[in-house]
């Protein structure tokens, strides 16, 4: 299923592509936004797991290099019946983390050095639950692809802004409207945004739930969150961009105002309230 979506999401940000594409500079704008949009997917699909990481710093670990985060991951992985992924750490303050991988057989778990040195044990534990079970779920191919083709389109957008500022170097009687171009330039972003937006929000709330049964500990999941997001206000995330902000399990790049309205990820109070309905619920039955 999630394969099917991961199509039908390649398909729409491509023809939102073509269409700036062809806004800008007519036919030839349309032929050249097609052959890019044609080595986008093929790079989105096999590769976006290893370009996020990149963008991100993220440095592979052994179970040499990091014993005891190595072992937690492989313990936890070994529970939610998943392959062991990779491990990744990002040389970031700023605690957080994310899993990405086109399938569970490719997964990859990243997580920031501020995360290490921040979260207790059993913290972390419900942390890297959270992304494994993103994993079994198969959310990371669809989340990935649209971290890399967003980002591929807010890249395209502020090329456009160059392009309606300075003209294009030569005469197109077919060229685009600059008109249309300027509301390409507009929606593009928010479209990508609001995709992002919609892939992500209601997966955390699936993931949680998730990760909380692997960890087999509900509550330190939800104090996970919190501490996440307390500290993601004071210590901002260096590398990236918004654009992959939903990958995170607590949004690195949140802001007041406006942005509000295109949070990629549900409030963090809200999904702490359903970990401590879940938690209340599994005592009441071990009860």
Same mark, same amino acid.
């Given at each position: 299923?999630?394969?099917?979506?991961?199509?039908?999401?390649?398909?729409?940000?491509?023809?939102?592509?073509?269409?700036?594409?062809?806004?800008?500079?007519?036919?030839?704008?349309?032929?050249?936004?097609?052959?890019?949009?044609?080595?986008?997917?093929?790079? @989105?699909?096999?590769? @976006? /797991?290893?370009?996020?990481?990149?963008? %991100?710093?993220?440095?592979?670990?052994?179970?040499?290099?990091? +014993?005891?985060?190595? =072992?937690?991951?492989?313990?936890? @992985?070994?529970?939610? =019946?998943? +392959?062991? +992924?990779? #491990?990744?750490?990002?040389?970031?303050?700023?605690?957080?983390?994310?899993?990405?991988?086109? /399938?569970?057989? %490719?997964?990859?778990?990243?997580?920031?050095?501020?995360?290490?040195?921040?979260? /207790?044990?059993?913290?972390?534990?419900? #942390?890297?639950?959270?992304?494994?079970?993103?994993?079994?779920?198969?959310?990371?191919?669809?989340?990935?692809?649209?971290?890399?083709?967003?980002?591929?389109?807010?890249m395209l957008a502020n090329m456009a802004q160059w392009t309606l500022l300075f003209g294009r170097s030569s005469e197109d009687e077919e060229g685009g409207n600059p008109l249309a171009g300027l509301v390409g330039i507009i929606v593009a972003p928010i479209a990508a945004m609001l995709i992002q937006m919609a892939i992500s929000r209601a997966r955390e709330f699936v993931a949680d739930e998730g990760g909380a049964q692997i960890c087999a500990d509900p509550m330190a999941l939800a104090s996970a969150l919190r501490k996440i997001e307390g500290w993601s206000r004071e210590v901002p995330m260096e590398a990236?961009? +918004?654009?992959?902000?939903?990958?995170?399990?607590?949004?690195?790049?949140?802001?007041?105002?406006?942005?509000?309205?295109?949070?990629? %990820?549900?409030?963090? /109070?809200?999904?702490?309230?359903?970990?401590?309905?879940? @938690?209340?619920?599994?005592?009441?039955?071990?009860?």
């Amino acid at each position: 299923m999630n394969r099917m979506k991961a199509a039908m999401l390649l398909a729409a940000l491509t023809a939102l592509f073509l269409w700036i594409g062809q806004s800008l500079g007519g036919q030839q704008g349309f032929i050249l936004a097609l052959l890019l949009a044609g080595g986008m997917n093929f790079a @989105s699909y096999w590769w @976006s /797991d290893r370009i996020v990481l990149r963008m %991100h710093g993220a440095q592979e670990v052994n179970e040499r290099e990091a +014993p005891e985060l190595y =072992g937690l991951v492989r313990r936890l @992985s070994q529970r939610a =019946g998943l +392959p062991m +992924p990779r #491990v990744y750490v990002m040389p970031e303050e700023a605690p957080n983390a994310f899993a990405t991988g086109r /399938d569970p057989n %490719h997964g990859a778990v990243a997580v920031t050095h501020g995360l290490l040195r921040l979260l /207790d044990r059993n913290e972390l534990a419900g #942390v890297i639950a959270h992304e494994l079970a993103h994993i079994k779920n198969r959310d990371t191919l669809i989340m990935t692809v649209a971290a890399t083709l967003a980002g591929a389109i807010g890249m395209l957008a502020n090329m456009a802004q160059w392009t309606l500022l300075f003209g294009r170097s030569s005469e197109d009687e077919e060229g685009g409207n600059p008109l249309a171009g300027l509301v390409g330039i507009i929606v593009a972003p928010i479209a990508a945004m609001l995709i992002q937006m919609a892939i992500s929000r209601a997966r955390e709330f699936v993931a949680d739930e998730g990760g909380a049964q692997i960890c087999a500990d509900p509550m330190a999941l939800a104090s996970a969150l919190r501490k996440i997001e307390g500290w993601s206000r004071e210590v901002p995330m260096e590398a990236g961009t +918004p654009a992959t902000a939903h990958l995170f399990i607590v949004n690195p790049f949140a802001g007041g105002g406006m942005l509000k309205l295109f949070s990629t %990820h549900p409030p963090t /109070d809200e999904r702490v309230a359903r970990l401590r309905a879940l @938690s209340r619920k599994r005592l009441g039955l071990s009860a």
